[in-house]
């Protein structure tokens, strides 16, 4: 009996769902025997305590790469998410995850978890995490050197949108004339539609060109080939001389320093060795009494 009703009976055992909170239940009992002197009697009574089931919600923190923690359920690739439960006193996450403990959400999925308090009642909630990857970018059109006599190289990033950081950059432009010689990082940043943002970055050399400067009184050298560009171990050189001269055939690193360096005072065919030289661009500088020639070349492995 519940509350003195009759809820079943022909049994020694009673299940429910149904109770509620002060509920009294009893146990009646009406023996059919003849020789007992009171054929009925009543069990003791249980005042019955129900406790609320928890109410458990589930809260999504992000961890950004650069940037303030945050409260969300979108991030971006690369990010790390806490999965935090509240409403209760224990948690049990699906997925292998660990209440309040960063790791690394790889794709958009539902996460749910079963908080438990502290009567031992249960409540289970899910949550969807969407996960946006991270944009492509790139900088293109950039040469390895320029010269320090080019007033503005144009900047070009992928996707368009996005920003050109460091010394020298203006906007879409950088200007070797103002920085001179040296070597200058700089950096393309692009956030998407989503707010996940990635960066590239590029090194643009900028030599000093006023040590090529031609002489151009008087041509000493009809005829230079130097082949073939670019030049994996051996580079040919096919020279003519217009006058008895000697020339100095110089190889400069993109800093002006001399690494290979040879004199030549006939007409021929010669053979430079450059296989110990390191894959990359470099000068070829060929001078004589009153001129002076230069050549970009490009080794490769």
């Known amino acids: 009996m519940v509350n003195g009703l009759d809820v079943?009976?022909?049994?020694?055992?009673?299940?429910?769902?149904?109770?509620?909170?002060?509920?009294?239940?009893?146990?009646?009992?009406?023996s059919d025997a003849i020789c007992v002197l009171d054929s009925t009697v009543t069990s003791n009574a249980i005042n019955m305590t129900v406790n609320p089931l928890p109410v458990v919600d589930a809260i999504a923190t992000v961890v950004p790469i650069i940037g303030v923690i945050a409260i969300k359920d979108t991030l971006c690739e690369g990010e790390s998410l806490i999965l935090s439960g509240i409403g209760a006193q224990n948690y049990t996450w699906s997925n292998t995850v660990a209440d309040g403990v960063a790791f690394p959400a790889l794709n958009t999925q539902t996460y749910t978890v079963t908080g438990t308090d502290g009567n031992g009642c249960s409540s289970t909630i899910s949550k969807l995490i969407v996960v946006n990857p991270r944009p492509i970018v790139s900088i293109s059109s950039l040469d390895p050197d320029y010269c320090d006599t080019i007033s503005t190289v144009a900047l070009t990033g992928s996707p368009l949108g996005g920003t050109f950081i460091g010394v020298g950059v203006s906007g879409n432009s950088f200007s070797p004339q103002l920085m001179g010689q040296g070597i200058y990082p700089i950096s393309y940043n692009y956030t998407d539609s989503n707010g996940c943002t990635d960066s590239t970055f590029a090194s643009i050399n900028i030599l000093d060109c006023s040590i090529f400067t031609s002489i151009e009184n008087e041509v000493v050298v009809d005829k230079i080939l130097?082949?073939?560009?670019?030049?994996?171990?051996?580079?040919?050189?096919?020279?003519?001389?217009?006058?008895?001269?000697?020339?100095?055939?110089?190889i400069l690193d993109v800093l002006g320093h001399v690494i290979f360096q040879e004199q030549f005072s006939q007409t021929g065919l010669y053979q430079l060795d450059l296989e110990?030289?390191?894959?990359?661009?470099?000068?070829?500088?060929?001078?004589?009494?009153?001129?002076?020639?230069?050549?970009?070349?490009?080794i490769k492995e």
């Open 8 to 30: 079943a009976s022909g049994s020694t055992t009673y299940t429910t769902d149904s109770l509620q909170q002060g509920d009294i239940v009893s146990f009646f009992l009406q």
């Open 226 to 250: 130097a082949y073939p560009n670019p030049v994996q171990n051996y580079m040919n050189l096919d020279i003519e001389f217009g006058q008895s001269t000697v020339l100095n055939v110089k």
């Open 276 to 298: 110990q030289l390191l894959s990359g661009s470099y000068i070829l500088q060929i001078v004589g009494d009153n001129n002076q020639r230069t050549q970009k070349v490009f």
